[in-house]
């Protein structure tokens, strides 16, 4: 049994497949690729029993078969490898052959039916967006996840799913983003929470593509994309409850360019003490004045942008850290950013968005302490 790839195909879907598999498995069989061969159409499989990928390709075969084949071997055999034309050969005892160019290389599969059945979209809804949609939706969200495992609701993004809408909702307690995107295809209504890691290989397998169709039950989550196949286990916690930290009354608003004040907070942020990374911003009529500073080593910056404010004049720290991390996910030139006191959370908010799109970002304050 044997069949017939280009190298450089096969490696693409071997590098997306590869993100499910974990270093050290619970189960030694979760460290191969599942190979199945029908017809021309071979299919890869990858899981670590929470995360499950599958992706399809054209090759030329000899018949139908599956083997199970160690992922980091044939992985690190075609990174060394020039773009030619490829041959796998099969024997029944699960031993194969890889044919190049350059010569063979023979390792031990697995028999595939050791490997685990991957979950199955069952008493699913439904509801499909765009590629760019969802692509945006994780690029302004992902980054605001926790990896702190105290806190697990956190540690995934969560869905809000109503209708047409979608509220895609991350926070670590220090910044939250909602961002929210409507008008999508189809109808459906529940919430859940979708791991990082599941988001990452999405956010790896949407290209190429236009739409996601996404399907979800109380313990499962699904995207298909192309010929392309994510599935996760959900998180299993109650989300907090978001909305109640959203201040509501916001008085004081700031108008800058987006790029002008990232620039100065990652030049100002190198004066900052390096635990806090704490820079004070103070607000007045048409002028943001920022300010850096390390007690312990006599360190110290300001800076002064121009920009639009309106409201009384006010002085209020955060860690440029998230600052910076929330302004890298805004596409647009100028932000907004709306105050109260200098003890309440201040919202961003990005200057123009996509039609039928709206992002609203969180930061808690520092307090100041100098």
């Known amino acids: 049994m044997k069949f017939t790839i280009s190298s450089g195909n096969l490696q693409k879907h071997l590098n997306l497949a590869g993100g499910a598999i974990t270093a050290n498995p619970v189960v030694p069989i979760l460290e191969n690729f599942l190979f199945k061969i029908e017809g021309s159409l071979l299919t890869l499989s990858a899981t670590d029993l929470e995360t499950s990928i599958v992706t399809s390709t054209e090759v030329q075969a000899d018949g139908d078969f599956a083997v199970a084949i160690p992922a980091k071997l044939i992985t690190d055999t075609l990174k060394q490898l020039p773009e030619q034309p490829i041959t796998i050969d099969v024997d029944e005892q699960y031993g194969i052959q890889i044919t190049s160019s350059y010569g063979k290389y023979k390792l031990a599969g697995a028999d595939p039916a050791d490997y685990p059945k991957l979950p199955q979209a069952e008493d699913v809804e439904k509801i499909s967006a765009s590629v760019s949609t969802l692509e945006r939706a994780i690029n302004k969200t992902l980054f605001a996840t926790t990896t702190d495992e105290l806190r697990p609701a956190m540690m995934g993004v969560f869905f809000e799913v109503e209708g047409s809408e979608i509220n895609f909702v991350a926070t670590d307690a220090h910044k939250l983003v909602k961002f929210t995107a409507s008008e999508l295809t189809g109808s459906a209504s529940g919430t859940f929470i979708v791991p990082r890691k599941a988001l990452t290989l999405l956010k790896n397998a949407i290209h190429g593509s236009d739409e996601v169709m996404m399907a979800f039950n109380k313990k499962n989550a699904f995207f298909d994309i192309g010929t392309t196949h994510i599935a996760c286990l959900l998180i299993n916690a109650n989300f ?80 440029a850290k998230f600052l910076v991390e929330m302004l890298n996910a805004i596409d647009s030139e100028t932000i907004t950013m709306k105050f109260s006191e200098p003890n309440r959370a201040a919202i961003m908010l990005p200057g123009e968005e996509e039609e039928h799109e709206e992002t609203l970002m969180l930061v808690m304050p520092v307090m100041v302490h100098y």
């Open 240 to 319: 907090p409850d978001y909305n109640n930290v959203i201040p509501r009354e916001n008085p004081k608003t700031l108008s800058v360019d987006r790029g002008d004040l990232q620039s100065s907070l990652k030049r100002i942020a190198l004066y900052a003490n390096k635990t806090t990374n704490q820079v004070q911003l103070d607000l007045n009529e048409g002028s943001l004045t920022l300010q850096g500073r390390d007690a312990d080593f006599n360190n110290e910056a300001t800076e002064q942008l121009t920009c639009s404010y309106d409201g009384e004049p006010l002085k209020i720290a955060f860690n």
